[in-house]
């Protein structure tokens, strides 16, 4: 499908309280220059107007250079031409049988079940995690690789990324374990040189290719 067609395995989360004070927007950009191809707008305590300026941003800020998927709301979404990123509860926000054939939509899941959920819906890849522990998710030890693994085996060839304490360092394992790309917010947000950074990322991701799906 077109709307899938050759989708970046590098995706950026964005969460403006985790860039050190700084305006988060020139961070996208600087990110999606080192090498993000899918930035996913993630900021849930922003009304819905607001939410939309900062996609405006955000899209004026890097053009046709990255996919732009907003979190949770159809209506921004629509309204900027990007695509759509649902939680694992979330419900699908369209009648059955009514998604928009062009409309690129993604979903988190946590396990088998959610997987399986996830499936039913058509969607066209899921985030999965967290692998590791991350700050972003205090108390969780993190699903660790093997649950990769699994989830990698059932949504094949329904390209998976891997989130949740990602690193430079972690992307091999991650990808041999059967993730097709990473999804990233703080090591990209709070670094000193966010293209350096994702530039590093995205070499791991380009010497370490997807198992064939």
């Known amino acids: 499908m077109a709307r899938t067609e050759r989708l970046p395995r590098l995706m950026l989360i964005t969460d403006r309280h985790r860039t050190r004070g700084r305006d988060m927007v020139p961070l996208l950009a600087q990110a999606v220059v080192g090498g993000v191809g899918l930035v996913q707008v993630r900021e849930k305590d922003l009304p819905e107007e607001e939410l939309l300026e900062l996609v405006q941003r955000v899209t004026a800020a890097i053009g046709d250079a990255a996919r732009i998927v907003v979190n949770r709301s159809l209506r921004v979404a629509r309204a900027c031409g990007a695509g759509l990123h649902l939680p694992a509860a979330e419900v699908d926000p369209w009648p059955a049988n009514g998604r928009p054939a062009d409309l690129l939509v993604g979903r988190s899941v946590h396990d088998e079940r959610e997987a399986d959920r996830a499936l039913e ?93």
Not at 159 to 187: C, F, Q
């Open 121 to 213: 819906s058509q969607v066209d890849y899921l985030i999965l995690g967290p692998i590791y522990a991350t700050p972003s998710k205090p108390g969780h030890p993190g699903h660790g690789l093997d649950l990769v693994r699994r989830i990698s085996e059932q949504v094949r060839p329904v390209p998976l990324y891997a989130v949740g304490g990602v690193t430079v360092s972690r992307v091999p394992e991650l990808i041999h374990s059967g993730a097709r790309g990473v999804a990233v917010s703080g090591e990209l947000l709070s670094a000193g040189d966010p293209a350096r950074v994702a530039q590093a990322m995205a070499l791991g991701l380009h010497v370490c290719p997807p198992e064939a799906g």
